[in-house]
């Protein structure tokens, strides 16, 4: 698995430091990952489990089979398809839940694929995403205006202090999970108009701009995310409103002001630091020939974005 290694004899600004503390804020130590199960489902890997959740898992036999021995979770191969796996991990999530293993359970299935495009193995309750290890995607949209004086901000949430992850952090305009069934432009609308009330014709103008990806651990287990990226360009006198619930309130910050908290704090949701680098970086930000520069750009990408 991918880990990130910062280079130890590059003297960099307090700036590029600012920004590296954030990327190994969403990086796992060598020594985490070396400890974790695999999860195999036929001749796929496609999780990473805690010991002590892989001995949660034991008590159901009928579905998996737990190695202690080469620290591996195989899931029952007379589970042939992908609606008989689905059936069997919803029947021992479910369980676990009752058990108080599981919790912020969200009602929303999630693909267990090895690469983004394949055909599902089976799908997963979201809140046991991390719990699995096994890789989830998502959607996040840098929402920004320009000035006529060529002046950018961006629109910065503040999230909602009830919220069961990260309350009250910053985030972005919009940002959600990739779920099963909808394609990703499609979930932009959906969580524009939810998240922003951002109307449709207005949300349809985001442009992809690529990926960011991590491999963090949790206490649940281990995150390993891949985050798809849009800039929408606002206009000036476009107000976003909190719509569900999940937002506090929405702040226009100029750029430099954005990075500076970037840079200083940990007041951002920990992905969304990642993607507003990101941001920084292909908006010319933060410059080439900056020390550690390439190190940061690779940091942001460590995650196998598959």
């Not at 004899?9 to 020594?31: F, K, N, Q, S």
């Not at 972005?172 to 939810?194: L, M, R, T, Y």
């Not at 992809?208 to 206490?219: E, I, R, T």
């Amino acid at each position: 698995m991918d880990v990130y290694l910062p280079p130890e004899a590059v003297p960099l600004t307090p700036e590029m430091e600012g920004y590296r503390a954030r990327v190994m804020d969403c990086t796992a130590r060598p020594e985490e990952l070396d400890e974790l199960y695999t999860l195999h489902v036929g001749p796929a890997i496609v999780g990473h489990i805690r010991p002590e959740f892989a001995r949660r898992l034991e008590e159901f036999s009928d579905v998996f089979d737990v190695r202690s021995k080469d620290a591996s979770v195989v899931m029952s191969r007379e589970l042939r398809t992908p609606e008989e796996r689905t059936k069997a991990m919803a029947g021992v999530l479910r369980e676990l839940r009752s058990q108080g293993v599981i919790t912020g359970w969200r009602d929303e299935l999630y693909p267990v694929v090895e690469a983004f495009h394949q055909t599902p193995l089976m799908l997963v309750e979201r809140a046991a995403v991390p719990y699995l290890g096994v890789r989830a995607y998502g959607v996040h949209i840098n929402g920004y205006t320009v000035s006529e004086e060529g002046e950018v901000k961006m629109w910065v949430a503040r999230r909602s202090k009830t919220k069961q992850t990260w309350p009250s952090k910053l985030d972005h305009i919009v940002a959600g999970g990739q779920p099963v069934g909808i394609s990703c432009a499609d979930n932009v609308i959906k969580e524009c108009q939810e998240e922003a009330s951002i109307p449709e014709p207005l949300a349809r103008k985001a442009k992809p701009c690529g990926a960011v990806s991590y491999v963090c651990m949790q206490l649940a287990g281990l995150k390993r995310d891949v985050l798809f990226v849009y800039d929408l360009e606002l206009p000036a006198d476009f107000k976003p409103k909190p719509e569900d619930g999940e937002v506090e309130e929405f702040m226009l910050w100029p750029i430099p002001k954005v990075a500076e908290v970037i840079q200083t704090t940990t007041e951002f949701k920990p992905n969304c630091a990642l993607v507003v680098i990101d941001f920084l970086i292909r908006h010319g930000y933060i410059k080439p020939d900056e020390p550690g520069y390439l190190d940061l750009f690779t940091g942001l990408r460590i995650g196998h974005c598959a």
